[in-house]
């Protein structure tokens, strides 16, 4: 049976024992401090077998006839050792005599002077594993691969409509997965380091996720302002079919008359008529038979060189949006996830 002890000076054994009625053979102590081990090797004997220690039995009465003729001699069954890794046997002492006006009783048998002791001169040191760091440094890599795919899912959920918070619990599940996947092996410090990994890719994905749905509000209002233009071209067309300079004045007299007041035909100067078919009949052309896409239109109307007034506008929408941004992230239900994701990422990984 092997027995392994933590002895009280911090060093670890174990060692091969033959145990005699549930209990240790013999004696044990530690080669180092001297500590006695022969109770804990009697507990643990007893609970590898299922029994509780045996006590010793009190020796039998000896008879007052027996008394009078002196202390009998008992022989005493050999004593088994202890099978230990180049252990040395130690050799039998021989026997004392009989000490003189004593008579041994018939068939027994002088006991040794000296009790026998095994020693114990080379015992295996239990030597705990140390890091795989090949293996750490692997499950490293792979939680940041993992990181780098759940934050590209969570972006493009988002894109797709997909707009749950729950989708940071994905991200967290693809960190640990690919940690123990490539690395093969989990501890505390890659657990900690895939749960970093998994915050810093959530917070990177709704970052540009929120900056999309912040902006995204110009975008859909240049894609309104773009089919009112093609509505309105096809009415200019409509009423300037060719392009001459009467369907033009009279088209300009039209607009800019109200019911109160009409504009005289003859106040529209050639140079105007020149200018509003050069800027805007054109376009309008162009509009109306679809041969201007919008990001073709947005292009040359709308993505001009801003001015002054423009770029403090921008820093404002700006400031606006990691303003809201941190609202968002400092949510109840937002911390919530991250929390939880966290700890995902860390439980996947820490075992």
């Given at each position: 049976?092997?027995?392994?002890?933590?002895?009280?000076?911090?060093?670890?054994y174990?060692?091969?024992?033959?145990?005699?009625?549930?209990?240790?053979?013999?004696?044990?102590?530690?080669p180092?401090?001297s500590?006695?081990?022969?109770?804990?090797?009697?507990?643990?004997?007893?609970?590898?077998?299922?029994?509780a220690?045996?006590?010793?039995?009190?020796?039998?009465?000896?008879?007052?006839?027996h008394?009078?003729?002196?202390?009998v001699?008992?022989?005493?069954?050999?004593?088994?050792?202890?099978?230990?890794?180049?252990?040395?046997?130690?050799?039998?002492?021989?026997?004392?005599?009989?000490?003189?006006?004593?008579?041994?009783?018939?068939?027994?048998?002088?006991?040794?002077?000296?009790?026998?002791?095994?020693?114990?001169?080379t015992?295996?040191?239990?030597?705990?594993?140390?890091?795989?760091?090949?293996?750490?440094?692997?499950?490293?890599?792979?939680?940041l691969?993992?990181?780098?795919?759940?934050?590209?899912?969570?972006?493009?959920?988002?894109?797709?409509?997909?707009?749950?918070?729950?989708v940071?619990l994905?991200?967290?599940?693809?960190?640990?997965?690919?940690?123990?996947?490539?690395?093969r092996?989990?501890?505390?410090?890659?657990?900690?380091?895939?749960?970093?990994?998994?915050l810093l890719?959530?917070?990177?994905?709704?970052?540009?996720?929120?900056?999309?749905?912040?902006?995204?509000?110009?975008?859909?209002f240049?894609?309104?302002y773009?089919?009112?233009?093609?509505?309105?071209?096809?009415?200019?067309?409509?009423?300037?079919?060719?392009?001459?300079?009467?369907?033009?004045?009279?088209?300009?007299?039209?607009?800019?008359?109200?019911?109160?007041?009409v504009?005289?035909?003859?106040?529209?100067?050639?140079?105007?008529?020149?200018?509003?078919?050069?800027?805007?009949?054109?376009?309008y052309?162009?509009?109306?038979?679809?041969?201007?896409?919008?990001?073709q239109?947005r292009?040359?109307?709308?993505?001009?060189?801003?001015?002054?007034?423009?770029?403090?506008?921008?820093?404002?929408?700006?400031?606006?949006?990691?303003?809201?941004?941190?609202?968002?992230v400092?949510?109840?239900?937002?911390?919530?996830?991250?929390?939880?994701?966290?700890?995902?990422?860390?439980?996947?990984?820490d075992?």
């Open positions: 049976m092997e027995i392994k002890i933590l002895c009280s000076c911090g060093s670890k174990k060692f091969d024992v033959e145990p005699v009625d549930g209990r240790a053979p013999t004696e044990l102590a530690c180092k401090c500590s006695n081990w022969t109770e804990t090797a009697n507990a643990i004997i007893a609970q590898s077998l299922g029994t220690p045996l006590a010793v039995a009190p020796a039998p009465a000896v008879p007052d006839a008394r009078a003729a002196g202390p001699r008992v022989a005493l069954p050999a004593k088994p050792g202890i099978r230990l890794s180049n252990q040395q046997q130690a050799p039998a002492e021989p026997e004392a005599p009989a000490e003189s006006g004593e008579e041994a009783a018939p068939g027994a048998s002088v006991p040794s002077k000296k009790r026998f002791r095994p020693k114990i001169a015992v295996d040191v239990l030597k705990e594993d140390g890091p795989d760091w090949g293996k750490f440094w692997l499950g490293v890599g792979g939680a691969i993992g990181a780098v795919i759940g934050a590209l899912l969570y972006y493009f959920l988002f894109i797709a409509g997909i707009r749950s918070k729950l940071a994905a991200v967290a599940a693809a960190a640990g997965g690919c940690a123990r996947l490539i690395g092996k989990g501890s505390n410090e890659l657990g900690l380091l895939t749960a970093i990994f998994s890719a959530i917070l990177a994905a709704q970052y540009f996720a929120a900056r999309v749905w912040f902006f995204e509000e110009d975008e859909r240049a894609k309104e773009f089919e009112e233009m093609v509505v309105e071209s096809k009415e200019v067309v409509a009423a300037i079919p060719n392009g001459t300079d009467d369907e033009i004045r009279a088209y300009l007299v039209k607009w800019q008359s109200d019911d109160d007041d504009i005289d035909p003859a106040t529209i100067t050639p140079e105007e008529i020149q200018s509003y078919r050069e800027e805007y009949l054109t376009t052309q162009r509009l109306a038979k679809q041969e201007l896409t919008f990001e239109w292009k040359e109307f709308l993505d001009d060189e801003p001015d002054p007034g423009d770029e403090e506008t921008s820093e404002e929408d700006e400031r606006t949006f990691k303003f809201y941004f941190v609202l968002l400092l949510s109840k239900f937002n911390l919530a996830c991250l929390a939880g994701a966290a700890g995902l990422a860390y439980k996947m990984t075992i």
